[in-house]
């Protein structure tokens, strides 16, 4: 039996986080490492780092905003970027699709919204439906598929620390919810939840702007690993590692693994 190893990191910054990422995947070896927030041009991506520790990557970006990029051991397949539906941006630096090992994934950096009141908010709501859309369009629910990344959705009471003066937040509020929940409802699993189910205080992102959030336990859970149902049959186990978020200059995210008998 081989496992399957695959995690996802909102890096904030990758050029910021090298000193993080590399000596994690030196440690961990994970099978494919998805990331978003790159926040690079594609002239500017540090390649190199990535070849020297043994990994071969893809990546769509921009100088200061978005990005998204994925490191993998063996060369990936069936690569593309974006949308591409007509029904709004391009969005290549928001979504890399591809296969491997007879897999499709999906590495996503969702819009996170700002306010509610905003155009950022709808293009959210909207953003949600057209990846739902595009689903239907490109995958199937009896396929193997992962959706992963930051998705900027905490699904449930449990996911944030405080949920009732959070409520009402863009990533954590009804609209959302029922946009989350009819992308799960098209035949997808949250693979954390699965082997945690209603744990507590098990977040993935802890805001800079609060003094000393990670030792207080003030944190969300919004970046997710979800997978169709023949592979979430087949997952051992999920976990968030807090060592990224507690290292020196470290992202307001840290790295969520999920491991797959294959």
Excluded at 114 to 123: G, S, W
């Amino acid at each position: 039996m081989n496992t399957f190893r695959i995690a996802t990191y909102n890096v904030n910054s990758i050029r910021s986080r090298l000193h993080i990422i590399i000596p994690w995947l030196e440690e961990n070896r994970p099978d494919v490492f998805c990331m978003q927030e790159t926040k690079v041009s594609d002239a500017k991506f540090p390649v190199s780092e990535f070849t020297k520790a043994g990994y071969q990557v893809v990546f769509k970006g921009e100088k200061q905003y978005n990005g998204v990029a994925v490191a993998s051991l063996q060369k990936l397949e069936q690569v593309s970027f974006g949308l591409n539906d007509e029904e709004g941006p391009e969005d290549a630096d928001r979504l890399i699709k591809f296969r491997l090992s007879g897999i499709t994934l999906l590495n996503t950096y969702v819009p996170q919204g700002r306010d509610r009141d905003t155009p950022q908010f709808a293009y959210k709501l909207q953003w949600f439906k057209r990846f739902r859309a595009f689903l239907e369009k490109h995958s199937s629910p009896d396929m193997p598929l992962i959706w992963l990344g930051d998705l900027n959705v905490a699904p449930e009471n449990i996911d944030v620390h405080d949920p009732k003066r959070l409520l009402g937040h863009v990533c954590f509020t009804p609209e959302v919810w029922e946009s989350f929940a009819r992308i799960k409802s098209w035949g997808l699993t949250d693979i954390f939840r699965k082997h945690h189910p209603g744990e507590t205080k098990q977040y993935t992102f802890f805001d800079y702007r609060v003094p000393k959030s990670v030792e207080r336990g003030l944190g969300w859970r919004v970046d997710h690993i979800l997978a169709t149902a023949s592979l979430a049959e087949k997952s051992m186990n999920c976990y968030i590692d807090m060592q990224p978020r507690q290292a020196e200059k470290p992202s307001d995210h840290t790295i969520l693994v999920a491991e797959f008998k294959m």
